[in-house]
């Protein structure tokens, strides 16, 4: 008998931060280093039918590192671990009594990891560089947790990604670096969840002679909606599956120095399925090995 | 140096913001006296114990002191502990009562004398309906079969498969599902169903709650009329 948990939210945009980079693979030796927070809070959700409900007041935080490294100048590493992960739901009050009709509960454990391999098509250099990745999505984060078991710090299904990247890099008048790169790729999950489908646009550009540089996405999620359901397994307590987004995001990045610099970014979806509808939150540090 | 100490204050202050709070739910429902054992016919010169129970304004069951009435005492006396006696052919109307100095709540059914005493055939009904957008509708039925309580959902009972840990349950507070039965998890998305309750009284409830427990948050009810 399965039982399968997803994660509302913070999987689909955790994996989404592995689209960082495009299709330009680190050059050999070079590096890219990122310790951030990332958190969402919300306590309404879209439905199946992409409409709005409420639901009990749930966070997620993540503290996470995100790691590129050039191991040739076609190869490039990549690890997303989410090193610390907590997930809680707030207490239910009665506003008659004053009395607590549900306690709220959180756990705290490691959440998933993804490793990827990124692989530049092209040769470096090349004016419209094409690159596929490949990521492994790691289940080492727990499922169940909680009284009630709807408490996760992962999804608890191993997920592999293949995805191709395309872009280009230009100037914006005479002194501003841009570019603008878009990706699509498939999501072959187990345990019963569906396949996804994954496809969108980025558009960066540099400001201040490339210090600080911002980052806009477009995001897509789509579900092959061949999984499992409540409705075909004994297991009443299974997730729904077939979880569908459409969002944006926005990123800054500012270098403190040629090589440290602090990072931050909101997303949310504009239109989804079994998703959360609240915005995310990121902010950290990072370190570029490329400067 | 410093940039290690301003990511760790950083990230420090930021998981301590994740604390458990309260989200508020408004749980009140108007306050009730039911009848919940009573009979159709009494033989004369015998006697039969009525019971009622008060909810109060969160639909929990409260001891209070009710107040029981006959509007023919010649026909049907009863005393203020529910023992109601058969006096002479015709009918009353049983009536029980609490007020708690300022609001009367009450309840009441038609009682009858006979040759012999005859059980009250109670079959109660209602229509589920969703409070959400996820897709929950049908109607039901529910009726005593000795000491167990029969739900019988209708073949128009369609829900969304979608619906995470879904679960039914029996309240008579519609707004949680603190301090109420649970039936068990839903396992029929479409169709005709039912379910048997154990040592329940047809009587003493007054909803179907659906509600997903992942969540925590109420899909639907239905109100047995």
Known sequence: ???????????????????????????????????????????????????????????????????????????????????????????????????????????????????????????????FPLAVTLTLGLPTGKVGGGTQGNLQTGDGEFNQILQIDGGTSFKLGRNTNSYVSGYLGINHRTKGFSEELRYGLEWGIGLMESKFWLIGRLNTVESFKNGDTAANTTNTSIFANNTEFAGVALEANYYLTDRWGISASMAGAFRGEIIAAAPSYSFGVFYDLRR | MTMKYFCITLLSALTLTACIQDDIVFDTVDPEVRISRAVDTIAIDSSYQFEAVYLNNVGV??????????SAPDVISIDNNGLASALQTGSATISASFSDGTTLVRDEVEVHTGEETVAQAIERSGVIQTTTFYQLEGNFTIEQVDNDLLIEIADDYVASSALPGLYLYLTNNPTTIANALEVGPVQVFEGAHSYTIPNVNINTYNYLLYFCKPFTVKVGDGLIE
Do not use: C
Not at chain 1, 42 to 69: A, L, M
Not at chain 1, 84 to 99: A, D, I, Q, W
Not at chain 1, 113 to 126: E, Q, R, V
């Open chain 1, 1 to 127: 008998m399965k039982k399968q948990i997803f994660l509302i939210t913070a999987s689909i945009l955790l994996s989404l931060q592995v689209q960082a980079g495009g299709p330009w693979p680190q050059a050999a030796g070079n590096g890219f280093f990122k310790l951030s927070e990332w958190w969402i809070v919300f306590d309404q959700h879209y439905t199946d039918e992409g409409r709005i409900d409420p639901n009990v007041t749930t966070g997620i935080f993540n503290t996470s590192f995100y790691g590129e490294y050039g191991i040739t100048d076609r190869f490039t590493g990549i690890v997303n671990a989410n090193l610390f992960s907590r997930n809680y739901m707030n207490n239910l009050v009665s506003n008659t009594t004053g009395e607590t009709l549900q306690a709220g509960e959180a756990i705290n454990t490691i959440g998933d990891i993804d490793i990827s391999l990124k692989y530049g098509l092209t040769a470096p250099g090349n004016r």
């Open chain 2, 61 to 70: 069951a409260e001891l209070v002191d009710i107040l029981w009435e006959s």
